[in-house]
C-alpha cells in the first residue's frame, strides 16, 4: 500500500531549530501533515488527543525523555503499534540496544541526512 | 606500670573527650582541613614528658603529616582557587553561552533564507525549481551541526558547573588560608599595555558599544 503524504507526523525535540530542521526535510520529502512537541510529555498530551501515522522523536529532553515516551507510547493499548523513529545524538551502542529493547522501530544518529531519514522511513512505513 | 596508667585521669578523660569530639566532627563531615594542625597540636600534648619510642615515632609522623598539610595549604592558597571560582570560570561559561546562542541565532536566519528560497522555487520552472529545492535541502542537512554543537557545548558547560562546585569546596575549606595568602600578595594584574591591551574582544551581548555608538562618534 503507498504511503499517503499527508499521513499525520509528530516530530518531538526540545530543540526548535532541529524540529524546523526536520519539518523541512520532511516536506522536501512530500509531507506536509507535520505537528510538533517540545518534549515527551506533551508528546504523549497530543498521541492521546489525535491519530498519528508516526513519531519522530530526539532522546535528550527533559522533563519526559524519547526514551520514556517510547516506552509509555510501548505501553499504551492504542498506541503501542505506532511506528517511532529515535533521532539522536546519542550514539552508543547501549543506548540503540536500549532504545531496540524498548520498541523502537528505527533509530538514527546525527547529524544526519534527508536520504538516511527518507531509508529509515521507507523501512517503518512503507516505499514512498 | 603501663602507658595506660601513667596518664591521670583527668588527661584521660581530657583526651577521649577530645576524640569524640574529633569522631563527631568527622562523622558530621564537620572538619575543615586547616583543623588538622591544630588537632595535632592538642594530641601532642597527651604524649608526656617522657614519650615512649613508639609514641615518639607517631608524634614524628603526626608532625611531617602537619608540616605537609601546611606545605599543600600554603601551595594551594598561592594557586588563588578563589579566581577560578570568581572570574575564569564564569567567564568561560558565558563565553559558551553566547557561542551557542550566537549559532542558534544564525541558523535560524539560514533556515528564514531557505525558506524565501523554497518559497521562491515555486515560482520557476520545474528543472529549475529542483536545483533549488535540492539544494536548500542540503543546507538542511547541514544546519543539524547546531544542534550537535549546542549538545556538546551544554556539556562541556555542565563539566565546568562541576569544576566550579569542586573549587567552591576547595575555597570554602581554605578560606582562611588563601585569604591571607591574597592578602600578603596583593595581585599584580598584568595589564596588556599599548595596542595589545585592545586585543580582548569578541566583547558578550551588552559588554561593548553597538554599531549606532560607533556611527555616533563619527558624526
Redesign the interface.
Known amino acids: 500500500m503507498a504511503v499517503d503524504p499527508n499521513m499525520p507526523i509528530l516530530i518531538v525535540d526540545d530543540?526548535k531549530?532541529?524540529l524546523?530542521?526536520i519539518r523541512?526535510?520532511l516536506r522536501?520529502l512530500n509531507f506536509t501533515n507535520i505537528e510538533e512537541a517540545t518534549d515527551g510529555s506533551m508528546a504523549l498530551r497530543k498521541l492521546r488527543e489525535a491519530p498519528f501515522s508516526l513519531v519522530i522523536s530526539d532522546w535528550?529532553m527533559e522533563p519526559m525523555t524519547g526514551l520514556q515516551l517510547l516506552k509509555e507510547v510501548r505501553a499504551d493499548a492504542k498506541l503501542k503499534d505506532m511506528p517511532f523513529i529515535m533521532i539522536t545524538?546519542e550514539a552508543k551502542t547501549e543506548n540503540v540496544v536500549m532504545a531496540k529493547k524498548a520498541g523502537v522501530s528505527n533509530y538514527i544518529v546525527?547529524?544526519?541526512?534527508?536520504e538516511t531519514l527518507k531509508g529509515k522511513m521507507k523501512t517503518v512505513i512503507g516505499d514512498f | 606500670m603501663s602507658r595506660d596508667t601513667a596518664m591521670s585521669k583527668a588527661s584521660k578523660d581530657e583526651l577521649r573527650q577530645l576524640l569524640n569530639d574529633l569522631r563527631a566532627r568527622l562523622d558530621g563531615d564537620d572538619l575543615k582541613v586547616e583543623q588538622l594542625s591544630e588537632l595535632m597540636d592538642q594530641l601532642s600534648r597527651f604524649m608526656g614528658d617522657k614519650p615512649s619510642e613508639d609514641q615518639q615515632r607517631l608524634f614524628g609522623e603526626l608532625d611531617e603529616l602537619s608540616g605537609i598539610i601546611r606545605k599543600m595549604k600554603s601551595e594551594i592558597a598561592s594557586l588563588r582557587p578563589d579566581d577560578i571560582k570568581a572570574e575564569y570560570i564564569p567567564n568561560a561559561t558565558d563565553e559558551l553561552d553566547a557561542i551557542v546562542d550566537a549559532t542558534?541565532g544564525a541558523?535560524?536566519e539560514i533556515?528564514d533564507a531557505?525558506?524565501a528560497l523554497?518559497e521562491f522555487a515555486t515560482t520557476l520552472p520545474p528543472e529549475q525549481a529542483e536545483i533549488v529545492?535540492g539544494a536548500?535541502?542540503r543546507v538542511?542537512?547541514a544546519?543539524?551541526?547546531?544542534?550537535?554543537t549546542?549538545?556538546r557545548t551544554t556539556k562541556v558547560i555542565k563539566a565546568l558547573k562541576s569544576i566550579e562546585e569542586r573549587v567552591e569546596g576547595l575555597v570554602t575549606a581554605f578560606g582562611d588560608e588563601i585569604a591571607k595568602y591574597a592578602a600578603a600578595n596583593p595581585r599584580q594584574k598584568k595589564e596588556a599595555e599599548g595596542e595589545d591591551a585592545l586585543l580582548n574582544g569578541p566583547q558578550l551581548e551588552g559588554k561593548g558599544v553597538t554599531q549606532a555608538d560607533i556611527d555616533a562618534m563619527f558624526n
Open positions: 530543540y531549530t532541529m524546523r530542521i523541512n526535510l522536501q535528550n545524538a546525527k547529524p544526519f541526512n534527508a | 542558534a541558523t535560524h533556515l531557505m525558506d523554497e529545492t536548500t535541502m538542511y542537512e544546519c543539524n551541526f547546531q544542534d550537535i549546542g549538545q
